[in-house]
């Protein structure tokens, strides 16, 4: 995902690390030293666009695509956009797509042929096959970021719209107590009392690059 991102036009002092806890305090802290943002129903008939809109919210149409729409949520919205360099592919992707309304913006993502030549050479050269076209995944990417407002977002490709998970306070960042008990925690526990007895999770924070 960081050389993708980094393709795109995100700044190199910003890479995806993995976060091995998010209960053990020690590791919530040592990613909470260097992140920036980072995976209910969605809000039905979701029609937000332009500047006002608080979280950049992509609607994924095109197939085998959760990652890069995770990654666009992740880059584009939350402090995470300040590290995107002018003129780049996202810079301009995020002037074309901010005034668009979600239908729109889906389409422009997949007419994109920017877009399609990035995720392909990402895929390439990855260490998983992709699996067969028309074929469900099985899994998703979601996003849980601060948006403009002050409030942790949900924010997942599949859905109809951003999820808004309630107000966090000025000095709550995403890895913060109550932002991960309304985050990824609650998704977690909301999959375990689904019953399917198969929870496969990983999370991923973006944040300030490790010195080589």
Not at 119 to 136: E, I
Request: charged letters at 25%; one cysteine or more; aromatic letters at 6%.
């Amino acid at each position: 995902m960081t050389k993708l991102a980094h393709r795109l036009g995100l700044s190199p002092a910003l890479s995806f690390h993995d976060a091995y806890s998010l209960t053990d305090p020690d590791l919530v802290d040592s990613n909470r030293s260097r992140h920036y943002n980072k995976a209910n129903e969605a809000e039905a008939g979701y029609d937000g666009s332009g500047p006002g809109e608080p979280v950049m919210f992509y609607r994924q149409i095109i197939h085998h695509a959760c990652g890069l729409i995770g990654l666009l949520h992740c880059t584009t919205n939350g402090t995470a956009a300040d590290f995107i360099q002018e003129g780049s592919d996202l810079d301009i992707l995020i002037k074309d797509t901010t005034p668009l309304k979600p239908a729109e913006r889906a389409q422009f993502l997949h007419d994109s042929e920017m877009l399609e030549m990035a995720h392909a050479a990402a895929a390439q050269s990855g260490d998983s096959t992709a699996p067969p076209l028309g074929q469900d995944p099985g899994h998703a990417f979601i996003a849980f970021v601060k948006g403009k407002d002050g409030h942790l977002w949900e924010l997942e490709g599949r859905r109809k719209g951003p999820v808004d998970l309630g107000l966090l306070e000025e000095d709550e960042d995403v890895l913060s107590d109550k932002a991960l008990s309304l985050g990824p925690l609650l998704f977690l526990k909301r999959e375990e009392a689904a019953g399917s007895g198969d929870v496969r999770f990983s999370c991923t924070v973006l944040a300030p690059s490790l010195d080589d």
